[in-house]
């Protein structure tokens, strides 16, 4: 039953992509609650590059997580997703950042995870592929993710001392009343 599920997920996956962000917006919110609640990892290693991921469903990379179930923890929803996504284990030891979208009713957590034990790989049909970016030089990201990276890992590489975040680079990016950001 479960390679019947996979093997669907697996042809449905990328027609997503093919749909108007409309469409997608409309089927989140009648599939959802209210607002989405999902939690995700910057993962950094130890050369201070960043862990992308290129979803088979979506337009250029992003971060490796997903949503959170109703009545999980943020931090063990983001352990679970980066197992599934992933294969490997890791258990969040600092707070998240906390994001709202007010435009796409979301609300995020991010983990500023450091080193993962087992080097990560696509073990999920989600993820097409993975790749370790230095932060000057990344490549074409999903739509809101340079928004988040600015804000989050911006101020907190700036602050060990280490390299920023490349300019906007002339990608359209989100106005600043849609995301409300917090942080414990």
Known sequence: ?????????KLLLPVLKLLPASVLTWLARFTSPSYRVGASAALLNESGELLLVRH??????????GSVARRENPADAISRE????LGVDVTPVDEPFWFMNLRWK???ALFVIGSVGAEPAPV??????TGWF????LPELERYL???????????????????????RG???LPDDETRWYRP
């Open 106 to 108: 979301r609300v995020e």
């Open 56 to 65: 088979t469903y979506r337009y250029g990379w992003g971060l490796p997580g």
């Open 146 to 168: 340079e928004v988040v990276l600015i804000r989050v890992l911006g101020s907190s590489v700036a602050s060990a001392g280490e390299v920023s975040l490349p300019p906007w």
């Open 124 to 129: 999920s049909p989600e993820i097409a592929e």
């Open 82 to 85: 980066l197992h599934e996504e």
């Open 134 to 137: 230095a932060l000057d030089d």
């Open 171 to 173: 990608r359209k990016r």
């Open 1 to 9: 039953m479960k390679s019947v599920l996979v093997r669907l997920q």
